[in-house]
């Protein structure tokens, strides 16, 4: 896939394809074109079979992600003028691969968010971590929450909320914020050998994997991911389905002896 996007860069090596928030004189926060386009880039990888394991990661050597510009937007309370980052967050959690945040700096706010939204998430030892919303007139009553809830436990999220202390790599380690922290200098190799070790396992276990985990917070449509992306297609190979779809295309009763097989 050819890069064709003005805020991020997206490459592919082998089975690991690489999106990058390409905005480091900003600290790589959000703007509603980068959203839209980090949503358009993970559907189109949702429709090629190269790559097994995707990772996101920060330009530069500061900032992962820092949140998000709200400016340039529409003057409207309705969803034109919100910036679209649930875009980004639901094409992450329905995409049948692995994505691994690879966080090379800053994750504030959103940036924070988004690694919680990611399925793995390996670290450099001075990245730091925080959720800065109500301190600066903002907050992320979803996944921001939900996720952090999950990830270190509720008192420990609402005081991240409440205090918004800055968390250090390896205090989010110990914590079960993130997975792994690494030297700095380490932290590209350290991500492509991750990335490479879950790309060599099942692709279809994994997708299941994911999409059950999911389906936790999904409700309907975290059962169809389940039931529709994964069971669906297996069940149109077997011997019942055929069977069904042939007798009725040739309007006769079907042979029931041939379901479950």
């Known amino acids: 896939m050819s890069n064709k996007y003005e805020d991020i860069i997206y490459e592919e090596d082998g089975p690991v394809g690489t999106i990058t928030l390409n905005r480091p004189t900003d600290g790589n926060m959000f703007t509603e074109t980068m959203c ?39 003057n409207t309370t309705l969803y034109a003028g919100v910036l679209p980052t649930l875009e980004m967050y639901e094409a992450i959690d329905r995409l049948q691969k692995p994505v691994i945040a690879s966080v090379n700096g800053f994750a504030v706010g959103g940036g924070n968010v988004l690694q919680m939204v990611c399925d793995v998430t390996i670290a450099k030892r001075s990245a730091i971590f925080r959720q800065v919303g109500p301190m600066m007139g903002s907050f992320d009553g979803g996944y921001g929450t939900w996720y952090l809830e999950d990830l270190v ?44 070790e879950i790309a060599s396992r099942g692709a279809f276990a994994l997708a299941s994997i994911k999409a059950s985990f999911n389906a936790r917070h999904g409700g309907v449509v975290g059962l169809s991911r389940m039931a529709h992306d994964l069971l669906l297609r297996t069940y149109l190979d077997t011997t019942e389905s055929k069977e069904l ?10 042979n029931t002896s041939a379901f479950g097989h």
């Open 36 to 74: 839209h386009e980090i949503r358009d880039c993970i559907n189109a990888i949702r429709r090629e079979t190269r790559t097994r394991v995707i990772v996101i990661t920060g330009a530069g050597d500061k900032f992962f992600c820092i949140g998000g510009r709200k400016t340039g937007m529409s």
């Open 153 to 196: 436990g509720k008192k420990r999220a609402k005081e991240i909320w409440y205090r918004n202390p800055r968390i250090s790599a390896t205090e989010a380690a110990q914590m079960g914020l993130i997975n792994q922290v690494v030297p700095d200098e380490d932290l590209q190799i350290a991500t492509r050998q991750m990335a490479l």
């Open 245 to 254: 779809s042939t007798s009725m295309a040739e309007k006769r009763p079907p």
